[in-house]
């Protein structure tokens, strides 16, 4: 069995910052990806950052600048700090683990909630 939990959400105001983490753990042999994704309310869930096991990133155009993902792989563990935050990032932030062998495990999500 394998878990993947976030944790960091929060109310904060615009310009503010949170930091989210997100730790996998269990029965998961080696983690080629780590991503973020979020879910407006009313929206498709959409991709934010990832960063691959070599510590390769990418981000979405709407966070560049402002977000930077980073990863502990001794841990498992992934994190995405989030300065000038903006009513518009407003959204449940889900972790997405890929494995080695293709498989892909979420987390239950985060809200993020910012206010003008």
């Known amino acids: 069995q394998v878990q993947v939990v976030e944790s960091g959400g929060g109310l904060v105001q615009a310009g503010g910052s949170l930091r989210l983490s997100c730790a996998a753990s269990?029965?998961?042999?080696?983690?080629?990806?780590m991503g973020w994704y979020r879910q407006a309310p009313g929206k498709q869930r959409e991709f934010v950052a990832n960063?691959?096991?070599?510590?390769?990133?990418n981000y979405a155009d709407s966070v560049k600048g402002r977000f930077t993902i980073s990863r502990d792989n001794a841990k498992n563990t992934v994190y995405l700090q989030m300065n000038s935050l903006k009513p518009e990032d407003t959204a449940v932030y889900y972790c997405?683990?890929?494995?080695?062998?293709?498989?892909?495990?979420w987390g239950q999500g985060t809200q993020v909630t910012v206010s003008s």
């Open positions: 997405k683990v890929v494995t080695i062998t293709s498989r892909e495990y």
């Open positions: 269990g029965r998961i042999f080696s983690i080629k990806v």
């Open positions: 960063i691959i096991s070599g510590g390769s990133t």
